[in-house]
């Protein structure tokens, strides 16, 4: 059984291919690509070959050009590589190669120009012409957008889901009982690591249920998600300081636990920053203290919906407190 689409590496390379159409004036939308290249076998380890097949597809016609290779001598740019730099190697957005200095604006915000030794090219896309079937694209852009619509409307908050009192005593409680720890991330493998996409603080509460509040809190939950109160999650509670962010990501994981639905909760609001944002969808919710969002994460096949990719905007002063309540399929 093939992985599912779960974090945000395997989203990169797919936003890379879905960059470059845009930049050859090649705009069909976001599902089309990504539910292409994920039906790869090799999913989430898409080759260059993966990638080139789909394109070719898509309009873009060209020659697959492997090491030893000399990016200089590609014919159209910008173009695709598969590089070796920083001991990693990427799929990456050659922009131009000038100079012997290879220009890869998509890659990094911090450095747009590497020089040729910096690093490797293993492939890359020697473009010869850019054919585009307009009415393919245009329909596949509006069935896109059929689906980000559909997916926003299923997004829903509810004012006043926390009282005041409620969302101090959780605060309260986890600085008392010192459960805050570094957030950790899932990886691939099952485990969980620190991750620099994720620099906030959490803290589990395990003992909710013999809590009488957080108890309450479970069982309304349950109601308003129309669940039962066992697939409900130990709560958590989030603690981001200023600079503190979340990166886009996804709640459910590729194993094990299956988070259905996602409702979290602001337990105030007396900072800057710290917006929760959908970059698939292009929508950002304010955090009000008190105030609990829902949205979905997986379909109804268990896989995870796209348009659920989300993050915590980095805080920009003060410190956001806010309580994650998983629900389970």
């Known amino acids: 059984m093939k992985p599912l689409f779960h974090t945000t590496v395997h989203h990169y390379a797919i936003n890379v291919v879905i960059h470059l159409l845009g930049l050859h004036d090649i705009n069909m939308g976001r599902s089309k690509v990504r539910e292409a290249l994920y039906e790869k076998e090799t999913f989430p380890e898409l080759s260059m070959q993966d990638i080139s097949t789909e394109l070719q597809k898509w309009g ?56 040729m030794n910096e690093l490797t090219v293993l492939q890359y896309l020697d473009i010869k012409e850019v054919v585009v079937d307009q009415e393919f694209c245009e329909a596949c852009e509006q069935e896109d957008a059929s689906r980000r619509e559909a997916y926003e409307d299923t997004i829903f908050a509810v004012e006043d889901f926390f009282s005041e009192e409620e969302c101090q005593y959780m605060i309260d409680y986890c600085e008392q009982h010192h459960l805050f720890n570094r957030s950790m991330t899932g990886a691939a493998d099952g485990t969980n690591e620190v991750t620099a996409g994720r620099t906030s603080y959490s803290a589990f509460i395990t003992a909710g249920r013999q809590d009488a509040i957080f108890n309450e809190i ?19 509670c989030v603690r981001y ?79 956001k407190f806010a309580c994650n309540i998983w629900i389970h399929v």
Not at 65 to 88: H, S
Not at 222 to 234: K, N, S
Request: charge should be negative; include cysteine.
């Open 218 to 236: 479970i069982e309304r939950a349950a109601d308003l998600m129309e669940v039962e109160a066992t697939r409900i999650e130990d709560l958590q």
């Open 241 to 319: 300081g200023e600079g503190q962010e979340y990166r886009p990501h996804f709640d459910s994981f590729e194993s094990g636990l299956k988070r259905r639905a996602t409702l979290l909760v602001y337990l105030n609001d007396d900072f800057e920053g710290g917006e929760t944002i959908f970059p698939e969808i292009d929508v950002s919710i304010s955090p009000k203290k008190g105030m609990a969002l829902a949205f979905i994460n997986l379909d109804e096949q268990h896989n995870d919906i796209i348009y659920a990719l989300h993050g915590g905007a980095p805080v920009t002063g003060g410190t």
């Open 60 to 115: 873009i016609r060209h020659e697959l050009k492997a090491a030893p290779c000399n990016i200089a001598d590609a014919t159209i740019f910008p173009t695709l590589a598969f590089v070796r730099i920083n001991e990693q190697e990427v799929p990456v957005i050659v922009e131009k190669v000038e100079e012997q200095q290879v220009y890869l604006p998509y890659f990094s915000t911090d450095k747009v120009a590497y020089a």
